[in-house]
């Protein structure tokens, strides 16, 4: 089969592979480097200080444009549209592509739904997010569903999700464009396996902080309890413990205009007291891999409907079990018993807590090399590029 040259947009956010948080970038770089060594071209347009190995790697900006991410829209918009139409220049200008792959969320798919034919490839967009429901719009969030109904199905522009959880809440108007789920997926031989005899006696939450991840249920649960938590990620951007701790302190903090600052600061805070719980700030490189692999469990007490859940796969690609709510892609990923365990509510989840030691490690990890490893999501993408690339015609 012919080999492809793929022009992959990143969003402006973060350097592929990034230092700490961010998913989809992890994901990119995987999918880049497992793309590259089947033969296909692939042109990566993130950061300049981005140090995959594509094929080649082009940029707009010079760092991760993250610090700029919660501002208001009308500040922070024109980045990704700037890193979107830089990679539409190029791609124009080479006029060789033979597929886009997006993964700038709303913005992405709303500039490339009409591209002129003569100029541009055919585009595949990953859906990253959810999809909005009833419950979060009856709560206060903007409906994005709206938006998605107005895609005509020109043959020019296809969509995929990351779950089948996350598709079930398309609106019916996007059918047409939707293609097959594409799993996100990990390189295994990045994440050290550990056996239940080689590890620790804590669990860990790790998530960015947000009321979604349910990270004060995890904490009161281990306090309930009485078993070790360590608590890891970003509070509005907050990686580091110290800085942390001067931002709660300060009254006039600008952080405190943020939800998920005062999420940390109203219902984690408390809950550090007790010297079994701990938060740790973010944490990378080998500090990450021995924070997982180390762990009793992963505990993943969502409060939403999670469209995926990186952490949770590289939990088990440790050898570590997890424990979460049964929501969102969850019983995609996690099969009752074997890897880890789905409670419908607290007290299941209590429950379960207690008996992760009855979980196989070396099943948690096989759950990961089977269904979600990096060669398989870059064989079924590839399958989808000649799905869009077929109806393009």
Request: aromatic share 10%; hydrophobic share 40%; net charge positive.
């Amino acid at each position: 089969m012919k080999k492809l040259r793929i022009a992959l947009i990143a969003p402006p956010w973060l350097k592929i592979p990034p230092s700490g948080y961010g998913g989809i970038e992890y994901v990119a770089h995987y999918l880049v480097i497992e793309l590259v060594k089947m033969g296909h071209e692939v042109v990566l347009f993130s950061t300049r200080d981005t140090t995959t190995p594509a094929s080649k790697n082009l940029a707009y900006y010079s760092d991760g444009q993250y610090r700029h991410i919660a501002m208001p829209l009308y500040d922070a918009v024109t980045l990704p549209i700037t890193q979107v139409l830089f990679a539409l220049k190029h791609v124009r200008q080479a006029g060789d592509f033979d597929i886009i792959h997006d993964k700038n969320g709303f913005l992405g798919p709303a500039i490339m739904a009409n591209l002129d034919p003569k100029y541009f490839p055919p585009v595949l967009h990953t859906l990253h997010g959810p999809f909005s429901t009833d419950e979060m719009v009856r709560n206060g969030m903007p409906d994005n569903r709206p938006m998605y109904m107005q895609f005509q199905p020109t043959g020019r522009l296809h969509f995929h999700g990351i779950s089948k959880a996350q598709m079930s809440w398309a609106p019916k108007e996007l059918q047409p464009l939707l293609l097959d789920v594409v799993y996100d997926a990990i390189n295994i031989g990045d994440y050290p396996f550990l056996d239940r005899a080689d590890k620790s006696d804590y669990f860990i939450t790790l998530a960015r902080f947000t009321r979604d991840k349910g990270q004060a249920t995890a904490a009161r649960l281990a306090e309930e309890l009485d078993v070790k938590l360590r608590m890891a990620g970003v509070v509005n951007g907050i990686a580091n413990p110290r800085k942390l701790l001067v931002e709660l302190a300060n009254v006039n903090s600008p952080h405190r205009s943020n939800a998920d600052f005062n999420y940390f600061r109203s219902e984690i805070l408390p809950q550090l007291i007790p010297r079994q719980i701990e938060y740790v700030g973010e944490v990378a490189g080998e500090a990450k891999m021995r924070f997982i692999s180390q762990a009793k469990a992963l505990l993943f007490p969502i409060d939403w409907e999670e469209p995926f859940g990186m952490s949770v796969i590289e939990a088990n690609a440790c050898g570590t079990p997890v424990v979460a709510f049964n929501r969102g892609s969850m019983p995609e990923l996690i099969k009752q018993g074997v890897n880890g365990f789905l409670a419908k509510n607290e007290r299941e989840f209590k429950k379960y807590m207690l008996r992760v030691d009855e979980i196989n490690p070396a099943d948690c990890r096989r759950m990961v090399e089977e269904r979600f490893s990096a060669k398989v999501m870059a064989e079924s993408y590839v399958k989808r590029y000649w799905e869009v690339i077929k109806q393009s015609k």
